[in-house]
T-cell receptor, first 113, second 115 residues
Framework: AQSVTQLDSHVSVSEGTPVLLRCNYS??????LFWYVQHPNKGLQLLLK??????LVKGINGFEAEFKKSETSFHLTKPSAHMSDAAEYFC???????????FGAGTRLFVKA | DARVTQTPRHKVTEMGQEVTMRCQPI?????VFWYRQTMMQGLELLAY????????DSGMPKDRFSAEMPDATLATLKIQPSEPRDSAVYFC????FGTGLYEQYFGPGTRLTVT
């Protein structure tokens, strides 16, 4: 069965320090992997995507993620957190060709001044 | 800047009433999704369409929910009759699905409160 696990429900960092949001997936097929961000009372915005090209993917707002097949991971990182990064982040798997979309439970990022 | 639009943005209704939510996907996108978000369940996929045809609605309570795409510019989600447990934010998303293209673009959501 396919699944997505976000290992932390909450992450708290200080402004200017690195961000690491962890995501592991389980899939029998080569998945397409995404990170989305949701600010309070807003819709979801695409941060970045992996679709079997480069394993290190760069997204918007300085975020990037690395696909590691051997670890079945797709962790999201940012070198320096900004107050505006405080939001909920979702790791998403879309099964290739099937359109079936699986969302992780989300990680809420808090950024302290 | 093309966006998915949803109407209404907020809806308060009484139990037993019919609710219709509308979505206009991004022009040219061939796939439309409906999601429900609650604190308890998180994001749930309710149904999705490709080229206006329903592909999967297994996430939807069949007895009261229905989803349609009357044309390429309009998707609807109906609840009849509504119940308090249907209170949630309902998101529509569209995507240009094709080879290697699986990203989805989300609308702002409809916040439904059933009293």
């Amino acid at each position: 069965a396919q699944s997505v696990t976000q290992l932390d429900s909450h992450v708290s960092v200080s402004e200017g320090t690195p961000v690491l949001l962890r995501c592991n997936y389980s899939s029998s097929y080569s998945p397409s992997l995404f990170w989305y961000v949701q600010h309070p009372n807003k819709g979801l915005q695409l941060l970045l995507k992996y679709t079997s090209a480069a394993t290190l993917v760069k997204g918007i707002n300085g975020f990037e993620a690395e696909f590691k097949k051997s670890e079945t991971s797709f962790h999201l990182t940012k070198p320096s957190a900004h107050m505006s990064d405080a939001a909920e982040y979702f790791c998403v798997v879309i099964l290739t060709g099937g359109f079936k979309t699986i969302f992780g439970a989300g990680t809420r990022l808090f950024v302290k001044a | 800047d093309a966006r998915v639009t949803q109407t209404p943005r907020h809806k308060v209704t009484e139990m037993g009433q019919e609710v219709t939510m509308r979505c206009q996907p991004i022009l040219g996108h061939n796939t439309v999704f409906w999601y429900r978000q609650t604190m308890m369940q998180g994001l749930e996929l309710l149904a999705y369409f490709r080229n206006r045809a329903p592909l999967d609605d297994s996430g939807m309570p069949k007895d009261r929910f229905s989803a349609e795409m009357p044309d390429a510019t309009l998707a609807t989600l109906k609840i009849q009759p509504s119940e308090p447990r249907d209170s949630a934010v309902y998101f529509c998303a569209s995507g240009p699905f094709g080879t290697g293209l699986y990203e989805q673009y989300f609308g702002p959501g409809t916040r439904l409160t059933v009293t």
